[in-house]
């Protein structure tokens, strides 16, 4: 990444609070560290449009979609908890956490000089992306705690459903004259769950299944009579 077009990896020592619009990024899907996908470069302060989606349990067919505003220059963690988070996942996620430690240690450690050559590794990816990804799953993980520990009071069984959502390095683009895209600012984070699944059942004797349902923030289930 780089002003004039020139597209590289950005890097933690290029890391600031503004990108002026000069600058041209690649969008990125990573999968554990790993690039999965890739689409054409695009200016700092583009406004893609992406959506996410799953089938709905009733019909197959049918998708259950949601829109979501991306900004170029935005830097996202995409979380999936299909039937909960995965215990293998967690501890990778955690010993590459480990390793950034570890490497931020050594390069506050070392004379400064050095510290090019000690971050030169350490990308955006590594930093923000895996401090992103795991407050995102450790918001699935502690809900889906919450479901188990309501479990014998409601006399239900509470287990996680299809879920996922974006937490975002939020990027605000600034605009000349509302139309014209100079640069954006980095103002905060925006956490966006949009699908938070769970397939309740009764625990009451002789009760059919309850049908699978989508939870709203702030809901919860209730006993069924």
């Avoid at 259950?64 to 220059?73: C, F, K, M, Y």
């Avoid at 600034?174 to 966006?192: A, H, P, S, W």
Wanted: glycine share 10%; aromatic share 6%.
């Amino acid at each position: 990444m780089a002003p004039g077009g020139k597209l590289t990896e950005l890097r933690i020592t290029e890391v600031t609070l503004k990108k002026p619009a000069s600058l041209r990024l690649k969008p990125q899907l990573r999968v554990e560290g790993q690039v999965q996908a890739e689409g054409p470069g695009m200016s700092v302060g583009s406004e893609p449009v992406g959506a996410g989606a799953f089938t709905t349990y009733a019909r197959l067919n049918d998708w259950d979609e949601t829109a979501e505003a991306l900004v170029a220059g935005q830097q996202s963690a995409l979380g999936l908890s299909l039937q909960g988070i995965s215990a293998a996942q967690l501890q990778t996620l955690k010993t590459r956490m480990d390793q950034t430690k570890t490497t931020l240690e050594r390069a506050q450690a070392a004379p400064e000089s050095q510290r090019p050559e000690i971050l030169k590794d350490l990308t955006g990816d590594r930093l923000t992306g895996d401090l992103l990804t795991a407050t995102l799953w450790g918001y699935f993980a502690h809900h889906a705690v919450l479901g188990a520990l309501s479990q014998p009071q409601a006399r239900m069984i509470d287990r996680p459903g299809l879920s996922y959502g974006l937490f975002h390095l939020h990027a605000q683009p600034i605009k000349l004259y509302g139309t014209i895209t100079t640069r954006v600012e980095f103002q905060g984070l925006n956490m966006d769950i949009g699908h938070l699944g769970a397939k309740p059942t009764t625990r009451k004797p002789g009760s059919p299944t309850t049908a699978c349902a989508v939870k709203g923030l702030g809901e919860s289930y209730f006993p069924i009579p």
